[in-house]
């Protein structure tokens, strides 16, 4: 497939900060509880871009001033967080998100998350279609290069969950210079309404690294284990799989089941973690 050089349009940058958001899972030890520098702190950045933004929601611990590590996290279905201010406080959507609920897991002083929502001019589509587009990766690109710029961040890793395994797998292969290493967890494999999922994507396209995580039990039609092991070994990409955890509920692709890893989120961002840091493979996860 050809495709055009991206072209980085001229932007404005805002970030605004916000005291930390209080939620049930939010410290990430007891020793964080008792040194607020230490407690995680959540900023929106946003681009604009002519007519319409981007914006990403920062999670950190608030002594470091700069992050080696930033991870990308492109969260499930649709994708649309809406993010926005409130009384000097954050406030969005897709809070039960696994990525999203699951975010300080990952944090410490040489590693901050970003959780990217959709551009605010598809707010009310955001289509699969559209995650494929140059200007999507261009969107995203924007994002990032802000983000790194104000926090110091020198690599990233792209994370996509579900549905986000579609947008996490399109902008990492349209920006090889910065996605060093992609995970894709409780990906959408089969075509739907929603659209072709990764049914037809050219993995050679895509020059990162990339991990699949998977739970054994994933109970969701378009995300089903076995998808998850054929297109490991049709990617030459190794798979990591995840047993056990709850109790949860709701539908089969919804968040709190093992589509979204409830009750193991913990274990299974400790494994992705272990790869970004050290390249080697985790042992599959448990509990």
């Given at each position: 497939?050809?495709?055009?050089?991206?072209?980085?349009?001229?932007?404005?940058?805002?970030?605004?900060?916000?005291?930390?958001?209080?939620?049930?899972?939010?410290?990430?030890?007891?020793?964080?509880?008792?040194?607020?520098?230490?407690?995680?702190?959540?900023?929106?950045?946003?681009?604009?871009?002519?007519?319409?933004?981007?914006s990403g929601l920062v999670t950190?611990?608030?002594?470091?001033?700069?992050?080696?590590?930033?991870i990308a996290l492109f969260p499930?279905?649709?994708?649309?967080?809406?993010?926005?201010?409130?009384?000097?406080?954050?406030?969005?959507?897709?809070?039960?998100?696994?990525?999203?609920?699951?975010?300080?897991?990952?944090?410490?002083?040489?590693?901050?998350?970003?959780?990217?929502?959709?551009?605010?001019?598809?707010?009310?589509?955001?289509?699969?279609?559209?995650?494929e587009t140059p200007r999507y990766?261009?969107?995203?690109?924007?994002?990032?290069?802000?983000?790194?710029?104000?926090?110091?961040?020198?690599?990233?890793?792209?994370?996509?969950?579900?549905?986000?395994?579609?947008?996490?797998?399109?902008?990492?292969?349209?920006?090889?210079?910065?996605?060093?290493?992609?995970?894709?967890?409780?990906?959408?494999?089969?075509?739907?309404?929603?659209?072709?999922?990764?049914?037809?994507?050219?993995?050679?396209?895509?020059?990162?690294?990339?991990?699949?995580?998977?739970?054994?039990?994933?109970?969701?039609?378009?995300?089903?284990?076995?998808?998850?092991?054929?297109?490991?070994?049709?990617?030459?990409?190794?798979?990591?799989?995840?047993?056990?955890?709850?109790?949860?509920?709701?539908?089969?692709?919804?968040?709190?089941?093992?589509?979204?890893?409830?009750?193991?989120?913990?274990?299974?961002?400790?494994?992705?973690?272990?790869?970004?840091?050290?390249?080697?493979?985790?042992?599959?996860?448990?509990?």
């Amino acid at each position: 497939m050809n495709r055009r050089p991206l072209r980085f349009p001229t932007v404005a940058f805002v970030v605004l900060l916000s005291s930390t958001l209080q939620l049930a899972y939010g410290q990430t030890t007891d020793a964080t509880a008792g040194d607020p520098s230490l407690s995680p702190s959540n900023e929106i950045v946003t681009v604009a871009v002519q007519d319409y933004t981007v914006s990403g929601l920062v999670t950190r611990l608030r002594a470091p001033k700069a992050f080696k590590y930033g991870i990308a996290l492109f969260p499930g279905h649709p994708g649309i967080m809406k993010l926005h201010e409130e009384n000097g406080q954050p406030r969005f959507e897709l809070r039960g998100n696994f990525l999203v609920r699951s975010r300080d897991h990952w944090l410490d002083d040489q590693t901050l998350v970003l959780v990217v929502d959709a551009p605010s001019d598809q707010w009310t589509t955001f289509y699969q279609q559209f995650r494929e587009t140059p200007r999507y990766g261009a969107d995203v690109a924007a994002l990032l290069d802000e983000t790194a710029h104000r926090y110091g961040v020198e690599d990233w890793t792209f994370v996509g969950t579900s549905e986000g395994s579609i947008s996490a797998f399109h902008a990492a292969r349209m920006n090889p210079a910065l996605a060093r290493r992609v995970i894709l967890t409780s990906s959408v494999f089969a075509s739907s309404r929603n659209g072709p999922g990764l049914s037809g994507v050219a993995w050679e396209d895509l020059k990162a690294p990339l991990l699949w995580v998977h739970h054994e039990d994933d109970p969701c039609m378009y995300t089903s284990y076995r998808d998850a092991q054929r297109f490991a070994e049709k990617s030459r990409s190794p798979l990591v799989t995840v047993r056990g955890g709850g109790p949860g509920g709701g539908g089969a692709c919804q968040a709190f089941t093992a589509h979204g890893f409830v009750g193991i989120e913990g274990e299974t961002v400790a494994a992705m973690r272990s790869w970004v840091k050290t390249g080697a493979v985790p042992r599959d996860v448990a509990r």
